[in-house]
């Protein structure tokens, strides 16, 4: 699936699409929630790339979110000795590789361009902050407010909704109320 992922130009292939063909090559079918066991067959998909010596393959595997995640960053790590700082970042170099590699359909002649496909930027470290004192609140007496025709504090200050998680794996689930990992 992976390989026929790389052979079109920015195709990339769903955790959960290879979670379900793998189980269906294999014959084996499983109630564990795929997040717990589809990292290590995507390591295993890395290190079998590397001692091919061709790009890596588990570049082109991401969540729905778009993002090959953490266990991508592991599994460059173990096979190349070096941790990516922007495991996004480097899976779309990769992904490019593996177009080129494998001579994608609809590859451009001036050999493409890396494709971020996270929906996100990687977060930045904010700079640490001094504890500031805080002076206590002067309390008023209550007395009714003047109208002023703008909201009050509280008026501007939205409810929170309590976040939904998955009974199997204790995941945030979607709006879509399907859980990414288990259904």
């Known amino acids: 699936m992976l390989v026929e992922a790389a052979g079109r130009y920015r195709a990339t ?11 269906e090559a294999s014959g084996i079918t499983t109630t564990v929630p795929m997040h717990q066991w589809i990292g290590d067959v995507l390591g295993r998909v890395t290190d079998e790339c590397q001692s091919r010596g061709e790009p890596l393959l588990s570049s082109l595997c991401i969540s729905v979110q778009g993002s090959v995640g953490q266990a991508y960053a592991d599994a460059v790590e173990r096979a190349r000795g070096t941790r990516p700082d922007d495991p996004d ?12 590699h494998w001579e994608a359909d609809g590859l451009p002649r001036d050999g493409g361009t890396p494709l971020r496909t996270a929906h996100f930027t990687p977060a930045r470290k904010a700079p640490a902050r001094k504890a500031a004192a805080r ?3 002067a309390t008023r007496p209550s007395s009714p407010r003047k109208m002023t025709g703008r909201p009050t ?3 501007e200050a939205t409810p929170t909704k309590p976040v939904q998680l998955c009974p199997r794996c204790f995941t945030q689930v979607p709006a879509s109320g399907i859980c990414d990992y288990c259904d």
Not at 13 to 23: D, E, I, M, R, S
Not at 89 to 100: F, I, M, V
């Open 135 to 137: 002076k206590p609140a």
């Open 153 to 155: 504090a509280a008026a």
């Open 13 to 23: 292939v769903t955790l959960k699409q290879l979670a379900a063909a793998v189980q």
């Open 89 to 100: 970042g480097h899976a779309a170099d990769e992904r490019l590789s593996c177009y080129r």
